[in-house]
């Protein structure tokens, strides 16, 4: 949580993948599978069959099948495999504490607090403090922001409202960037018009609150005289839409079906005596009772009978008392 109380990182753990998934900061055991000193490392497999990218040094002694240790410096986005370092790195150097050692009491954060924040996450476009919206386009090369005033107010010159404007669009991505797990080159075009000292202040704000979002080594560029702002961060945890979202950019079987048991859960905690009803869209249901067999077994031991799932034509879970 930042200091106005708005999440500023979100974390994602899933049975599905729990065991599977390089996790950023995990230490692990792996066994080289190939060098490629044209590549400038290996390849590396670990005992749950996990690949991953080490680099190397020249001359650095090491063989093919070789069992090493190794921490996790990046996890999988896109085409790019996890980047593994055999250096023990301290978890301070990844900013934000990722850990498991944060208690749960400590969070005070509802339900829909969260799922609020997820929901903004995954949104091509969030309201900007005092009006205004930031659109996030990801590519793959770089992210792309762009400011919107439409419907934002404002007193003073052009040039007042316009350093206003930016500032808080300075606030709104450093949070964006913390919840969607965001690194690589993210360019910002700023509103004009930007003198040199506007120019100047612009930087040292996103700069600042970047540091508040974990990213204290980013480097940051001020606007160009075309308003371009370039900064550079560190790529860390896989992109959130990548765990969350298909190929359509529609949430995906497994997102969509966990959606669902989140909402019945929440119905059989207020309605202890209710027989219930989860509808899952047909996708969903397939996955529930493929991969999401164990979670069917679960809830079945919390809720004996009470329970039954049907598929559904909706896009939507829904969940209702049976007749």
Known sequence: MG?????????????????SRLKLGQRVSARIRSLKPDQGGAFVETRDKAEAFLRLPAGHGLTEGQLIDVTVLSEARQDKLPRVSMKETDAESFGIDFRDNIPVEDVKIGDEQVEAAFEDALSPAVVIPNGGRLRIDRTHALVAVDIDSAGRRGKGSAASKALQLNLDACDALSRQIGLRKLGGLIILDCVAPL?????????????????????PTATVLAPSQLGLMEMSLPWRETPLDERVLDERRELSDESLCLA????????????????????????????????????????????????????????????????
């Open 3 to 19: 200091d106005d109380g708005l999440p500023i990182a979100l974390r994602l753990e899933r049975w599905s993948d729990g065991a």
């Open 195 to 215: 003198n040199a000292g506007s120019r100047q202040k612009v930087q040292d704000a996103i700069r600042s609150r970047l540091e508040t979002t974990g990213f």
């Open 260 to 323: 669902g048991l989140r909402l019945l859960e929440r119905t059989a905690a207020k309605s202890p005596m209710d027989q219930l009803v989860l509808e899952l869209p047909e996708r969903a249901m397939t996955w529930l009772e493929g991969r999401g067999a164990p979670l069917m077994a679960t809830l079945s031991d919390k809720y004996g009978h009470r329970v039954s799932y049907l598929a559904s034509t909706k896009r939507a879970p829904i969940v209702y008392q049976a007749p």
